[in-house]
């Protein structure tokens, strides 16, 4: 595989920077767009780890960041921005009409699926550790959960996410999922938001990852056109 660093123009003077990883031998099945959680960025260990998987089965991945982590700030774009983001990313590939699906881990997922839920036009969409509310702890009342939209998405869906999520229980996760006209529900045994286990499960987060990545291929060929690159 090979690997191209390059940045997107989100609007004038103000780039994001993205990374493409490309199988072999140039043809692809699809490409896969992945944006990382709001504490991460574009050297995300699990979307790196990701797109090696997805490029031995023949699909690309294009990585990016949101333009406060391009400019070294902690604090997230408001959302209109993150959104555009996420516009501006999904129009840079459309010319190459290949199977397109996109997602990410957390926000960089939620993010998608909004821009998804407001119409712009992809084959899939995979959401890894959905952050559907966020954990409040002091007494105070639970957060405003994150699942308003999720009705208006039209594209087959995939939720991956820990069973110690402490941002959606199994059940919240499923109930949430059930919204979406078309989706699929994947729990990662032991797992918490990002994607650590307990010591004493016999697990590491790799192995989470490679359950998480192997899944994603499954569901990705499931779908029609991407196991033949059609």
């Keep these: 595989m090979t690997e191209e660093n390059f940045m ?37 260990p699990f979307g790196g780890y990701l797109s090696g998987r997805l490029a031995e089965s023949g699909i690309a991945t294009l990585r990016f960041q949101f333009p406060y982590m391009d400019a070294g700030r902690r604090r997230p774009d408001p959302p209109r921005l ?5 516009r501006q990313v999904i129009a840079a590939v459309e010319a190459e009409g290949v199977r397109l699906a996109v997602g990410g881990r957390s926000m960089g997922g939620r993010i ?13 969409l995979a959401l890894f550790a959905y952050p559907l509310s966020p954990p409040r702890g002091g007494g105070k009342p639970p957060a405003k959960r994150r699942d308003e939209h999720l009705p208006s998405i039209g594209v087959p869906t995939l939720f991956c996410s820990g069973t110690r999520d402490a941002f ?26 990002g994607f650590a286990v307990l010591k004493s499960s016999g697990r590491v987060k790799e192995d989470i990852w490679r359950d998480a990545a192997g899944h994603l291929l499954d569901w990705l060929t499931g779908q029609a056109g991407w196991s033949s690159g059609g």
Excluded: C
């Excluded at 998608?112 to 899939?124: I, L």
């Design 8 to 44: 997107i123009q989100v609007q004038e003077g103000l780039p994001v920077s993205a990374v493409r990883t490309q199988p072999d031998g140039g043809a692809t099945k699809g490409l896969f767009l992945y944006a990382p959680g709001a504490g991460s960025n574009i050297d995300d």
């Design 82 to 86: 993150l959104e555009e983001t996420w």
């Design 112 to 124: 998608a699926s909004q821009v998804v839920a407001q119409g712009t036009y992809v084959d899939g």
């Design 168 to 193: 959606a229980t199994p059940e919240q996760l499923k109930e949430a999922a059930a919204t979406v006209p078309v989706s699929t529900v994947h729990m990662l045994e032991g797992a918490d938001h």
